[in-house]
């Protein structure tokens, strides 16, 4: 009876471990292989052992890319993840018209990103712009050094604000009510019952928002490609574009496959580091 149960088990897996092998497991493999190879589309691959690894060390446009994907990071996650809370906090008080703005919110995120980004790119314009006219002021946002990642991480943040509350949204619901009415009971103010009470029963939904955030950022580049295609001077050169511009601008699928796996060798790290920062401060229920 076991058996038969394991083999009806997989038998209803198997679709979804043919699908995980072919477009997960084996695309990793095959980009380990070419990270190994020198490749132009058109010749025969050639086998250089870590020559590409060694190339991408020693450029210094690959330590832009991640300098600026870094900071790029580091401008949207925190921004994205303080609004959707208090977008979060607002919904969660269920006030009249709070089903409308739920729907209202989220729809950027489901928005294809090159489209946002065509549009955006648009509404930036230094001279036809919507917000250079709102302003009255002929600002290059784009073209500049200083305001052109700006410009994107705001994009960015605009489009994932709704993402973000929707997940705090469904961590508040499941906070248990009884522990507000004691708060009051005892006289707790609003702000001490979100500190010690709210903040602390989100962190698990907070750990999930932090790690998806982070990969996502990394690995930006719709909407770069669409608003700046990595300009001004490199100034929002993101990893993402910069493997794009190795592997189908100059050719280069090895160092392309190399870029790829250091990125993902940094986001495990990344994400193990959050991992054991959350472990003893996170809490799933209540005893």
Request: charged share 10%; net charge positive.
């Amino acid at each position: 009876m076991r058996r038969r149960e394991t083999a009806v088990a997989y038998t209803l897996l198997t679709p979804s471990l043919v699908g995980i092998g072919l477009f997960l497991v084996l695309p990793v493999f095959v980009v380990l292989w070419l990270s190994l190879r020198q490749w132009d589309l058109v010749s025969p691959s050639t086998f250089v052992g870590l020559r590409n690894y060694r190339d991408i060390l020693s450029d210094p446009a690959v330590g832009n890319s991640f300098a600026v994907t870094a900071l790029f990071t580091a401008m949207v996650i925190p921004v994205q993840t303080v609004l959707g809370l208090g977008v979060a906090l607002l919904l969660n008080r269920r006030l009249p018209g709070s089903a409308f703005f739920r729907a209202l919110y989220i729809v950027p995120w489901i928005c294809a990103p090159l489209a946002l980004g065509v549009v955006w790119k648009w509404m930036f314009d230094p001279t036809d712009g919507v917000l250079n006219a709102i302003i009255g002021h002929r600002i290059t946002w784009l073209s500049s050094e200083n305001l052109a990642l700006p410009s994107v991480a705001a994009v960015s943040v605009w489009s994932q604000v709704g993402y973000v509350s929707l997940f705090f949204l469904a961590g508040l619901s499941a906070v248990p009510g009884h522990l507000y009415e004691a708060a009051r009971i005892d006289g707790a103010s609003a702000v001490r019952t979100f500190w010690h009470i709210t903040l602390p029963l989100l962190r698990p939904t907070t750990f999930f928002i932090l790690v998806t955030g982070i990969i996502s950022s990394f690995q930006v580049f719709d909407t770069v490609y669409a608003m700046t295609s990595g300009g001004p001077a490199g100034h929002t050169d993101v990893i993402a574009s910069h493997i794009y511009q190795e592997a189908f601008v100059d050719f280069r699928l090895g160092r392309a496959a190399a870029l790829a796996v250091a990125l993902l060798v940094v986001l495990v790290m990344v994400t193990v580091a959050q991992q054991l920062w959350f472990r003893r401060r996170i809490t799933y229920e209540l005893g």
